[in-house]
């Protein structure tokens, strides 16, 4: 079980700059979800996946952000034109489908913007 | 709507002193409720879980009962260790929203002195 991984852990750009991260989940997991944490926040839902499939989208992530999962495993949060408050810790979570699951987190991507 | 209330810390107490974490919701259908701890450094992790009222989750010497009437999932440990600082997230995934998106309190940060 090599469990969820996410590439890079730490990332920091200059406001109006892209930024993509990537996510690899559980192998046999079909659903993945991305939520971002501000300090002393818990986490919070942006979106997520069913197989390839992008189910639902939460209203913080706005037009700037973008997610794939094109083959139904690994998935990519792109932020254009950061800014300031973008600054966050972005966790990727999978699961399997269902009710009461629960999802198994990675270790987040810390991104800031300077 | 979906939201989880939680005691708000920090919360510091001795070795082997009686913890308790207090956690309220509010969601729309039957959501199952989960207690996730993040260790210094690490990512989240599953603590316990219930599904259904008046389960009770255990793990690791801790425990929480899923109380309908009260809509809590408190969470309490017998005797905490210095071992078991970290920050815990008490969090509910409400089975009407297809995706089963999590929904978190703010977290609660434990340190245990020796």
């Known amino acids: 079980d090599t469990g969820v991984s996410q590439d890079p852990r730490h990332k920091i750009t200059k406001r109006g700059q892209n930024v993509t991260f990537r996510c690899d989940p559980i192998?046999?997991?079909?659903?993945l979800y991305w939520y971002r944490q501000t300090l002393g926040q818990g986490p919070e839902f942006l979106t997520y996946?069913?197989?390839?499939?992008?189910?639902?989208k939460s209203r913080l992530l706005s037009d700037r952000f973008s997610a794939e999962r094109p083959k139904g495993s690994f998935s990519t949060l792109e932020i254009q034109r950061t800014e300031q408050g973008d600054s966050a810790m972005y966790l990727c979570?999978?699961?399997?489908?269902?009710?009461?699951?629960?999802?198994?987190f990675g270790p987040g991507t810390r991104l800031t913007v300077t | 709507g979906n939201s989880v209330t939680q005691m708000e810390g920090p919360v510091t107490l001795s070795e082997e002193a009686f913890l308790t974490i207090n956690c309220t919701y509010t969601?729309?259908?039957?959501?199952?409720l989960f207690w996730y701890v993040q260790y210094p450094g690490e990512g989240l992790q599953l603590l316990l879980k219930?599904?259904?009222?008046?389960d009770k989750g255990s793990n690791k010497g801790f425990e929480a009962t899923y109380r309908k009437e009260t809509t809590s999932f408190h969470l309490e440990k017998g005797s905490v260790q210095v071992s078991d600082s970290a920050v815990y997230f008490c969090?509910?995934?409400?089975?009407?929203?297809?995706?089963?998106?999590?929904?978190f309190g703010t977290g609660t940060s434990l340190t245990v002195i020796p």
């Open positions: 979570a999978s699961s399997l489908a269902g009710a009461g699951v629960e999802q198994y």
């Open positions: 192998s046999e997991h079909n659903r």
């Open positions: 996946f069913q197989n390839e499939a992008q189910l639902e």
């Open positions: 969601a729309t259908g039957y959501p199952s």
């Open positions: 219930a599904t259904k009222a008046d």
């Open positions: 969090a509910l995934s409400a089975s009407a929203n297809t995706g089963n998106q999590f929904y």
